[in-house]
């Protein structure tokens, strides 16, 4: 066979071989596309409920609006009806006014005899100078955790602070603009994004780490009567379960 015959079978077989391999990727990822479940309707508070305080919670132009509420006096969580996520990638966009503290829980679980508040993993969300938004702290984890409910930044003030701020006190936008998390849950292995930026990514190694449990949205007590009706708001919340 001569060998510019030899060169076109070549030919052919490689782009048989790529148009395949395209084919594959294109499927795997309509496959992915279609395990994303949403959280939100849109129009609703269906699927969630209040697990603990009383700030007001409502819908508004397509997005589930948190408001810092007077004589609130502990932290409220609307919280998924579901609460049976093990290892999963989670996604939503928020907004967060200037100098309130809000955040996304995972892997929570309500009060109980032992923990007498919602407690379980958070995503923060930090509008301050600490600027920690993307850290990940346990909501109620002091005593569970130690001296610090921190896992990352391993502490929320000095040198473990200092360098956080450094490698990631750039990414968060203020409102009005929108911000997107994302966060990562693998067994014990855990990861979050802002904005498409690598922030936290550690193994929870710990004995009383949550195996499972509920998303639950945040907003926080204040006495600070400047922060009254300041609001935060969550949008396309969806989630891949990976278990």
């Not at 060998?3 to 594959?24: D, H, K, N």
């Not at 994303?36 to 969630?48: A, C, I, N, Q, Y």
């Not at 502490?155 to 203020?174: I, N, R």
């Not at 949550?210 to 969550?234: C, D, M, S, W, Y």
């Given at each position: 066979?001569?060998?510019?015959?030899?060169?076109?079978?070549?030919?052919?077989?490689?782009?048989?071989?790529?148009?395949?391999?395209v084919?594959?990727?294109?499927?795997?990822?309509?496959?992915?596309?279609?395990?994303?479940?949403?959280?939100?309707?849109?129009?609703?508070?269906?699927?969630?409920?209040?697990?603990?305080?009383?700030?007001?919670?409502?819908?508004?132009?397509?997005?589930?609006?948190?408001?810092?509420?007077?004589?609130?006096?502990?932290?409220?969580?609307?919280?998924?009806?579901?609460?049976?996520?093990?290892?999963?990638?989670f996604?939503?966009?928020f907004?967060?006014?200037?100098?309130?503290?809000?955040?996304?829980?995972?892997?929570?679980?309500?009060?109980?005899?032992?923990?007498?508040?919602?407690?379980?993993?958070?995503?923060?969300?930090?509008?301050?100078a600490?600027?920690?938004?993307?850290?990940?702290?346990?909501?109620?984890?002091?005593?569970?955790?130690?001296?610090?409910?921190?896992?990352?930044?391993?502490?929320?003030?000095?040198?473990?602070?200092?360098?956080?701020?450094?490698?990631?006190?750039?990414?968060f936008?203020?409102a009005?603009?929108?911000?997107?998390c994302?966060?990562?849950?693998?067994?014990?292995?855990?990861?979050?994004?802002?904005?498409?930026?690598?922030?936290?990514?550690?193994?929870?190694?710990?004995?009383?780490?949550?195996?499972?449990?509920?998303?639950?949205?945040?907003?926080?007590?204040?006495?600070?009567?400047?922060?009254?009706?300041?609001?935060?708001?969550?949008?396309?919340?969806?989630?891949?379960?990976?278990?």
């Amino acid at each position: 066979m001569k060998t510019t015959a030899i060169f076109s079978l070549f030919c052919v077989g490689l782009c048989a071989l790529v148009l395949s391999a395209v084919g594959l990727v294109t499927t795997v990822s309509g496959a992915e596309a279609e395990t994303w479940v949403s959280l939100f309707d849109g129009k609703t508070l269906k699927g969630w409920k209040l697990v603990q305080g009383a700030a007001e919670f409502t819908v508004r132009d397509g997005a589930i609006i948190g408001a810092v509420t007077e004589g609130e006096t502990q932290n409220t969580f609307l919280a998924t009806e579901d609460d049976t996520f093990t290892s999963f990638v989670f996604e939503c966009e928020f907004r967060c006014d200037a100098e309130i503290n809000s955040g996304v829980n995972f892997r929570s679980r309500p009060a109980d005899a032992t923990v007498k508040r919602v407690y379980g993993l958070q995503y923060e969300f930090d509008p301050t100078a600490r600027a920690l938004t993307g850290g990940v702290q346990e909501e109620g984890g002091y005593g569970r955790r130690g001296k610090d409910n921190w896992l990352a930044p391993d502490e929320s003030s000095g040198a473990p602070l200092a360098e956080w701020k450094k490698a990631h006190g750039d990414q968060f936008k203020p409102a009005p603009a929108w911000n997107v998390c994302r966060i990562e849950v693998r067994g014990k292995h855990i990861k979050t994004w802002l904005n498409g930026h690598l922030l936290a990514d550690f193994s929870d190694e710990a004995e009383v780490a949550i195996p499972r449990g509920f998303f639950a949205l945040q907003v926080h007590a204040t006495k600070n009567k400047e922060l009254f009706n300041k609001e935060v708001a969550f949008r396309n919340l969806r989630v891949m379960k990976l278990e």
